[in-house]
């Protein structure tokens, strides 16, 4: 345990070489469990998971139903989370909150509650106690910053005795308001040409990335950039532009990076994107970080201008990306293929 801290609290990005071709790591992810096309499919009643199944659904794995006594329509939202557990559980608590939060309101949710469930937790353990008592510190917190109600019970447990091979693991459940089902924005791209922005800063940031685990087998590495009153400010800008109608889609940059971010919101429909990488960002962070606190939206041209006043009144920091294709995809002017052709899992 005190080797793997010491190792995650030493890493650099420095240590990790940068690979020459971008194209290499892309097909490499492809075959990642954890960003394959069944995590974005929800009928397992078929036999064979095809690449139009993918994104089916505007708001993505979200759950959403209608309460029978009024009419009103809920969303819900389940997230787990076990890395870094053991020795940061306040951060990698209000993290996976943030990250519920922030997913509910790119399509235009309203997040209301939360619940947690500690899963193979040893509380008679010394190391079982600090993670339970830090855990809920780091829940109340992130509630009171979004403004979450929590269940009265907070955090409920899962005793287990000797957790080995499964590691203590938090799982949260989100709940959601929606005002009108009709007006929910969209995680997927529907226009070519709409241009594409970030929401938030890029950072020279690898760590407790799929593409460091899985494409460079470093399993032991901190937890990504996070800040939680950037959240605050990210989340607060996302909920006016929804208002000011100024977005058609809305995702958070989450596993794979921006790159499969962008490669979820254009598969769906076929689209494809044509971005610049930043010069001052390593390009493999800049494509396949998973830092916390950025969204990715699509604008319309007629609606650019607009959205940059806006930004620039409400002093977030934002960038443009590039734009919507009509299915190829471009990285720095070089073309990795079309989108229709690079099904997640293929």
Known sequence: MKDKKEE????????????????????????????????????????????????????DETGIFELESNGHFMAMGTHAFH????????????ILVSRAARKMLCFGALPLAVS?????????DPNGHNIASWSKNG?????????????????????FIGHDPV???????????????????????????????MIGRSYNDIAFSEYLEFYHNYEHSPLPVFDIDTEVQIQ???????????????????KGGLFFTLLRAGIPNGLGFDI??????????FLFGEAMGRIVVDVAPEKEDEFVDVMSELKAPFFTVGHVTRGEIRIDDVSYGYADKMSMGA
Request: a neutral charge.
């Open 8 to 59: 995650k609290e030493k890493f650099s990005i420095d240590q990790v070489p940068e690979p020459e071709k971008i194209d290499e790591v892309i097909y490499s992810l492809m075959v990642n469990p954890n960003l394959s096309s069944i995590n974005y499919f929800n009928d397992f009643s078929d036999i064979t998971i095809l690449p139009e199944s993918i994104g089916g659904s505007d708001t």
């Open 83 to 94: 890395h870094h557990l053991q020795d940061d559980p306040q951060k990698a608590t209000e």
């Open 116 to 124: 947690a469930l500690l899963y193979h937790i040893d509380f008679a």
């Open 139 to 159: 829940l109340e917190n992130a509630a009171s910053k979004f403004r979450l109600k929590i269940a009265d019970r907070k955090i409920r447990f899962d005793h």
């Open 167 to 197: 590691p203590p693991t938090l799982i949260i459940s989100i709940i959601a308001s929606i005002s009108d089902r009709e007006k929910l924005a969209t995680h997927r791209f529907k226009t070519k040409g709409n241009n594409i922005f």
């Open 236 to 254: 607060k800008v996302l909920k006016f532009l929804h208002g000011k109608k100024l977005i058609n889609s809305a995702s958070p940059v989450g």
């Open 276 to 285: 610049t990488t930043d010069a001052e960002i390593r390009r493999d962070a």
